[in-house]
């Protein structure tokens, strides 16, 4: 019986291969991550990203079957990351996603990797109940959005400038900390005490987003005070600062559209911190909060093989061709 959806991620930085059931269980997931050789240059290299797919590309398919000792013939369709993402990265994938499909005869779905994040919060157990506000906070994107239903998507606000994931890059190599700089900067604040006040930009408008006036005052704090305090400290105030933001603008969010669920997803739904700040937002405004497994809340491509079942249940057979701007409302 071909019960699998094989899932391949190549927007970015990782090689990223998975088998899913229709049910959302993960039968096997192999990344292959390129922090390596980006950590030299503080962010990704785009080139590099393109070069190591390649090489990593077959392999990591190949760990991907064995590790679950399925063959092609219990692959039902092939789903692969056409966008959004870098655009040498994204050939890499959807061409050997292509070629795999004509050399296997199975169809090869083309998937929005903002529908992938989207339905990490349901792998491994159904969790999501709708109506549904939903945070997604990654490295390129940044924004809350209200879903009635699987399908239906209305975007409540977004990010005028930077995403909250690249703030914390940023941050981070400012703090001298290794790439990415999510887990870095979270682990520094862990120790440190919130002694600087740093603002908190667009804090009472709407539900938009702008995070590049914090990152600057960091910058700012760092170069012009004459005694800064400890790293410590100084992630302890920023990560303060950008969980009041996001804490603040969900709240709104909640109240505005009347949830079942709170839904975080993207890799900044991997910090301890703002995954403890949502428990206890989500127990006042009374609503379940629904949050992918740690190891799903970055990119993998589990997520976009669950998202693919969607597709096929919905008809929508986007080619394996890379798009570069995608809204998450696309399929
Ligand atoms: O979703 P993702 O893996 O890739 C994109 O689609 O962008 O998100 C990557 C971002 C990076 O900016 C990384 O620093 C951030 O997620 N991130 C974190 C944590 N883990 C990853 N940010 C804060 N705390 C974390 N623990
Ligand atoms: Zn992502």
Not at 45 to 61: G, K, S, V
Not at 300 to 310: E, F, G, H, V
Request: charged letters at 20%; a neutral charge.
């Amino acid at each position: 019986m071909s019960n699998l959806i094989l899932g391949i991620e190549t927007s970015c930085d990782d090689t990223a291969v998975a088998l899913v059931d229709r049910e959302g269980q993960v039968l096997s997931s192999v990344i292959s991550s390129q922090i390596d050789i980006h950590e030299e240059f503080g962010g990704i290299f785009p080139e590099h990203a393109a070069r190591a797919h390649i090489t990593t590309i077959l392999p990591t398919i190949n760990a991907c079957l064995k590790r679950a000792n399925v063959t092609k013939d219990d692959i039902k369709a092939i789903g692969v990351t056409r966008g959004p993402g870098l655009i040498g990265s994204l050939l890499v994938g959807t061409n050997t996603a292509s070629a795999l499909g004509l050399a296997w005869d199975k169809p090869v779905y083309g998937i929005n990797h903002l529908r992938g994040h989207l339905r990490s919060a349901d792998l491994e157990e159904q969790r999501v109940k709708y109506p549904a506000t939903v945070m997604l906070v990654s490295g390129g994107h940044t924004f809350l959005a209200y879903m009635k239903n699987k399908s239906d998507i209305k975007i409540l606000g977004t990010t005028r400038d930077d995403s909250v994931g690249e703030t914390y890059d940023k941050v981070g190599r400012m703090l001298g900390l290794p790439y990415p700089g999510g887990p870095a900067v979270d682990k520094l604040a862990k120790n440190g005490k919130i002694t600087i006040n740093f603002p908190r930009p667009m804090l009472h408008e709407k539900l938009e987003f702008s995070f590049s006036g914090l990152k600057s005052a960091v910058a700012r704090y760092m170069t012009t005070e004459n005694e800064i305090d400890t790293h410590e400290n100084i992630a302890a105030s920023f990560v303060d600062a950008v969980m009041d933001v996001l804490m603040t603008k969900s709240r709104k969010a909640l109240k505005q559209n009347p949830s079942k669920s709170f839904v975080i997803v993207g890799g900044v739904a991997a910090s301890p911190q703002l995954r403890e700040k949502a428990q206890q937002l989500s127990n006042k405004m009374k609503v379940e909060l629904c949050l992918p497994p740690m190891r799903w809340a970055t990119d993998n491509a589990a997520m976009i093989a669950l998202a693919t079942w969607d597709y096929i249940d919905l008809g929508i057979h986007k080619p394996a061709a890379p798009q570069l701007q995608l809204f998450m409302q696309d399929y």
